[in-house]
């Protein structure tokens, strides 16, 4: 039977699960970044150059320690607080690019 708005009740074909949502792995310079900061914190004691179960852990730990939700993947916010990203390491702001004007009588 067919609903007149939304479609058939029970569809007859299976939705296919090759769809997936974030991202699963992170590369060896990355994790290097990451671990580097993470030891800086106090969470590590050195990097190993690979995303592995101490660098999970660690991540774990700095994210409950911040009342964040822990994952196994590091969020925006972590990254940020951890110094990899966010304004702090952007380029430089146009500001800071801009010559700065003379003022007349000051030379």
């Not at 310079?29 to 660690?58: C, F, N």
Request: charged share 20%.
């Amino acid at each position: 039977m067919t609903h007149p708005r939304r479609g058939p009740t029970s569809p007859t074909k299976k939705k296919s699960s090759k769809h997936t949502t974030g991202q699963r792995t992170i590369d060896d310079t990355r994790a290097t970044e990451i671990q580097g900061a993470l030891v800086k914190s106090g969470y590590m004691t050195e990097p190993t150059g690979h995303w592995d179960t101490a660098t999970q852990t660690a991540m774990q730990k700095f994210q409950a320690d911040n009342g964040w939700q822990t994952k196994l993947m590091p969020d925006s916010r972590a990254i940020i607080k951890l110094g990899l990203g966010g304004p702090s390491s952007s380029t430089p702001t146009p500001a800071a690019n801009v010559e700065t004007a003379s003022i007349p009588g000051t030379r």
